[in-house]
């Protein structure tokens, strides 16, 4: 449980307090993101550092609060079903803060922001804690906040179309790693809603994004053919991601430029992997 002071701070509307210095506060926010009990973490260290950012308390010092961050994604990285994915997961979403308050109002190099979108890049590929909700400690999440992070990272006027691409090869690469559990806490719909933050930026043309599409549904359409682990381990990611983005191409607010075109290739290759359900049989 988080101590009397934050309950004070959450209590006055996350206002700075003032009896104790930034550097200190935020020392020890940076702690409770890691923390196991999920009302200091995600009910008091997150919001308040995200709100922080957001109201500008950090413009001198987001360069130094994002390097911060950027380290605690290294904090027992390779680690799985331990605490420490507590840490790397909740730095990854105030990464992604620090990148979202430079979109709107330029406070650090573009060199910065590109360096920490490496970060994040490495870090999430690397991930494999891929635990959603951990009963009795709340959010992990690892792969759902690193998807809201570079979501915000492809909003970023420092990136560009080459940036972009790497940004779907990164989404495509941790959708199609191996695992020993699907996905089932709603990644796949926010790695979907990173792409459509990659797509709406126009710029990603669909010469790139439609050998894209056929990598993932060569994925989806493999069955494996494991004796003693289930066969759609091989299979599941790919399949829970293509549908996600279709639904959130073809029925989303703010459509791409590229939504027509895209919407047959995602239904191609939706069809292609979905033999038994999708495509037409001949009578017997």
Sequence with gaps: MPGQYWKQVVASGLEVPQDRPLDDLTAELTRMLGDTDPEARDGTAYPTLATWVERGVYDDL?????????????????????????????????????IGRDNKRPLVPGAKVLEWGDRLATWLLRERDLRGFVPGKGWAHGVAHGADALATLAQSPHVATNELTVILDVIADRVLLPVDRLFSNGEPDRLAAATMAVLRRNIVSLRVLEPWIARLAASAGAMASYDDRDPHLASGNAQAFLRALYLQLALGPNAPGVRPDLVLVLVDALRASNPDFLQARHPR
């Design 62 to 98: 987001l360069s130094g609060l994002g390097d911060g961050m950027a380290a605690g994604l290294g904090v027992g990285l390779g680690e799985r079903d331990t605490d420490s994915v507590f840490r790397r997961s909740f730095s990854a979403l105030i990464l992604g803060e620090c």
